[in-house]
Structure formats: C-alpha cells, structure tokens
C-alpha cells in the first residue's frame, strides 16, 4: 500500500492541525444548524451509540488514506490525492420518485431533521479487507419519513454526483457513471442504516464521500455510495453500477456471506487493514442479529 504524506514528517507530528482545522469545519456545520450544536457536540465527545462495536478502531489515517471512490481513480490512493478539489458546499440532495412530499434538500435541512449520532461500524470491502470506522450522521429513514413514501416505494435508488470536470474518473468509462446503488425499502428504513456526514468527530474527508454518504454497515462497502445527490423512491428494484458492470460478480444484495464466493475469490476471510492475520468474516459483517430477518425465506445464494 502507498501511503501519500511526506516521509520525514511523522503523523503524530501534522494530524493534530489538521484535524483541529476539520473539527472547526465540523462546528462551523453544526453552528448552521443551531438545535443541532448539542447534539454534534455530544457526538464530539463520543457519545456511545448502541450500534457502535467495541472493537478497536483503525486510525484516521488508514481511514482516509486507503479509499475506493472511482469518481477519483481507481487505485486506493487516488481519492485522497485528487478528491480534494470536489466543491461540496452548497450541496443538495433531491428525494423524489413515490413520494407524498419530494423534496430537494440543503444539506443543512438533512443535519437538522436528527440528532447526529457518532456509530463506530466494521466495513467490510468486497476485496478482502475491512476497517472500523467512528461514523458520524443520522439514520437514513428520517430523511426518508419526511417526504412519506407511497405504498409503491418498494425500492431506494441512489446516485452520486456527475460532473467530469470535477471527477476525473468519470472521464474514462470504467463504471456506468454516475455511480448508482440501491436497497430494498425495508434495508432503506432499517435504523442500522446510516446517512454519514462525518467520521472521528470531523466533517467526512472528500475522499470518504463529502458532504454525505450511505453506510450499510452487513453488505459489502460498495453498496454505500458516496457523495449522494439523488434518492429515488421506486416500484422496481433499480439498477447497480457494480451489477451492470459485472453482474455474475456483483448482486443487487450483496450482503456479507462467507458462503459465497466472489467468482474469483473466497469471501470466507478478511484482513483488517492494519492487522497482518486474517480473520474469519462473519455473515452479515456480524450484523445478522439486527439484519437476518430482513431475508427470512430468501435463498441468499440466489440473491446474492
Ligand atoms: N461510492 C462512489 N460514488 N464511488 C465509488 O467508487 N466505492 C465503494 C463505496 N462507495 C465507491 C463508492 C467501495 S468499493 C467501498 S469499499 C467504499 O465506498 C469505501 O468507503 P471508504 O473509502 O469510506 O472506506
């Protein structure tokens, strides 16, 4: 792994201004939202979510060091490098589709709709590696509840940002951009299910999916799409950017399954980045208690 920073410069010695300059960006977010400061603040000082795993956390630097996000090239270190240059202040979030009352969202109105909640979640990439992330954000189906889904609302779609200029990645033609993911209405409104706008107490790095991204803490890491700009509400189950690509590969559901294999690689383990053993992965990322219900008389290894 190549690990960008100057290699005289200890991280220990240049984290602490810039995560004092993120935390202030961070407030400057929440001081927007004025009923919300508490709340940030709470979430600042670690306020124990019961989502949150006890397991030990990977470091910020191996957060936001060792990213997938095509959008800014295709090799784990390309995000860092060159998702800086991404604008995500003004940002907005349409949510339309079988809705009541759709709606395109300020960023600031989705801050104010929940308090934020800091949820420490294993991410587990489809690749064979996995991280403990402190999240910051509040649950999907609250921004959800407020634009009432019609009985037809069987499926979310969702969609990152498009615009080339902006993403070099989307100047090759190496996904069907922009990236697109989707969950059934019943994952969508599950509460592990979160709307992450930062992460270690600190508005999310670009490269993380600024200002506002999914995490789906039992499926793989591609189904939590970054830089969210649109959220449909559908009666079809809608397409993926990972299944058009390689749909043998890639399934609509994509839960962690030991059981089934990646056709060119064994799901059965992982490595936890940072770690030098592998260990076994678990159904569901771990998560089956809170999530195994949800696919009661499905064959997982037909809806994989
Ligand atoms: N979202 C977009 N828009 N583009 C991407 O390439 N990569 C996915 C997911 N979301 C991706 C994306 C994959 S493969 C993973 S593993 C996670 O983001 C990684 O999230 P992280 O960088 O916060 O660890």
Not at 31 to 41: F, H, K, R, S
Not at 76 to 100: H, I, Y
Not at 267 to 292: D, S
Request: aromatic share 10%; net charge positive; charged share 20%.
């Amino acid at each position: 792994m190549l690990i960008r920073r100057p290699t005289d410069i200890a991280p220990s010695e240049i984290t602490p201004q810039a995560q004092y300059l993120r935390r202030r960006e961070f407030m400057a977010l929440a001081a927007a939202t004025p009923l919300l400061a508490g709340e940030a603040l709470a979430a600042l000082t670690g306020k124990p979510s019961p989502f949150s795993t006890t397991e030990a956390l990977n470091t910020r630097q191996q957060i936001t060091s060792y990213n997938n996000f095509y959008e800014f090239g295709t090799s784990k270190e390309d995000p860092a490098a060159n998702a800086q240059r991404l604008k995500t202040s003004p940002w907005q979030v349409a949510v339309e589709g079988e809705a009541l009352k759709p709606k395109v969202f300020g960023l600031e109105e989705i801050l104010k709709l929940a308090p934020l909640e800091e949820r420490i979640y294993r991410l587990r990439c489809v690749e064979g590696w996995s991280m403990v992330i402190p999240w910051i954000g509040i649950p999907l189906a609250s921004l959800l509840k407020v634009v009432q889904p019609t009985g037809k609302a069987k499926f979310v779609a969702f969609e990152t940002l498009l615009d080339p200029q902006q993403m070099p990645g989307q100047r090759t033609r190496v996904l069907d951009w922009p990236y697109k993911e989707g969950l059934r209405i019943d994952e969508a409104l599950h509460p592990l299910t979160l709307l992450a706008v930062g992460l270690y107490g600190e508005v999310l790095p670009k490269q993380n999916g600024a200002p506002i991204r999914l995490v789906v803490p039992w499926k793989y890491g591609f189904k939590s799409i970054k830089s969210i700009v649109r959220i449909r509400l559908q009666e079809t189950q809608p397409p993926t950017s990972w299944n058009l690509a390689a749909p043998n590969e890639y399934g609509f559901y994509s839960n962690v399954n030991p059981a089934v294999a990646h056709p060119r690689w064994s799901q059965a383990t992982e490595r936890r980045i940072g770690e030098f053993f592998k260990r076994k992965t678990l159904p569901f990322n771990g998560y089956g208690e809170q999530v195994a219900g949800l696919y009661r008389g499905m064959d997982l290894q037909k809806f994989f």
